[in-house]
């Protein structure tokens, strides 16, 4: 079975400051990859998605991530955060019909 | 308004009283899935369904059982609730059979004393 590994637990930035957060699966053949945002006390939503082609991905909100496959990575950026943006993140892999989370990375914005 | 609904949201309930969290959509999706989340664990699977009379066992199934008789109802079945139950349950539907885009439901908070 595929795993998905997010590499921070917890991360604290100041407004205006860049994100990357960190995204690795284990599964070696055709993936499709996702970021997923759940903001306090509602439920997910999709920030953006890779199926194929281009793998530098834009969504929504500034959001962008760069899927490199030789390293089975899907890092989630975006160059200037706001407080807005405090959330859990959650990256996403498909294989199949199988939809695997990885642990999610909490982001807090300092205002 | 196009959602997934999920009934109840939050419900406290003893060990070995069955229980059922339903879930809705009305988007005429053809996959839905169950997941609960933990802390530090994220979002794992419980099962998930391709189609009506489809369904298969996703990571974490065990204590748990669903049904999917309608295309747009996928109810989950706590036949002896316990403790370690005791988590955030999120229903989540796609358009087609292999998931894209994943709608979810509220989450229904449950736990088992």
């Known amino acids: 079975a595929q795993s998905v590994s997010q590499h921070n637990h917890h991360v604290i930035l100041s407004e205006a400051a860049s994100l990357e957060l960190g995204c690795n699966y284990s599964y070696g053949g055709t993936v499709n990859l996702f970021w997923y945002v759940q903001y306090p006390g509602q439920h997910l939503q999709l920030l953006l998605k890779?199926?194929?082609?281009?793998?530098l991905v834009k969504g929504i909100k500034g959001f962008e991530a760069e899927f490199i496959k030789s390293k089975f990575s899907f890092n989630l950026r975006k160059p200037s955060v706001q407080w807005s943006d405090t959330a859990e993140y959650f990256c996403?892999?498909?294989?199949?019909?199988?939809?695997?989370f990885g642990a999610g990375t909490t982001v807090t914005v300092r205002a | 308004e196009a959602q997934v609904t999920q009934n109840p949201r939050y419900l406290i309930t003893v060990t070995g009283k069955k229980l059922t969290v339903t879930c809705s959509q009305n988007?005429?999706?053809?996959?839905m899935s169950w997941y609960r989340q933990d802390p530090g664990l994220g979002l794992r699977q419980i099962y998930y369904s391709m189609n009506v009379e489809v369904t298969d066992k996703g990571d974490v199934p065990e204590g748990y059982k669903v049904s999917r008789k309608e295309k747009r109802n996928f109810p989950l079945i706590l036949e002896s609730p316990s403790p370690n139950q005791t988590s955030l349950y999120f229903c989540?539907?796609?358009?087609?059979?292999?998931?894209?885009?994943?709608?979810f439901g509220e989450g229904s908070r449950l736990t088992v004393l």
């Open positions: 996403a892999v498909k294989v199949y019909y199988k939809l695997s």
């Open positions: 989540a539907s796609s358009v087609t059979e292999s998931p894209g885009e994943l709608f």
């Open positions: 890779y199926f194929s082609g281009d793998p």
């Open positions: 988007m005429n999706h053809e996959y």
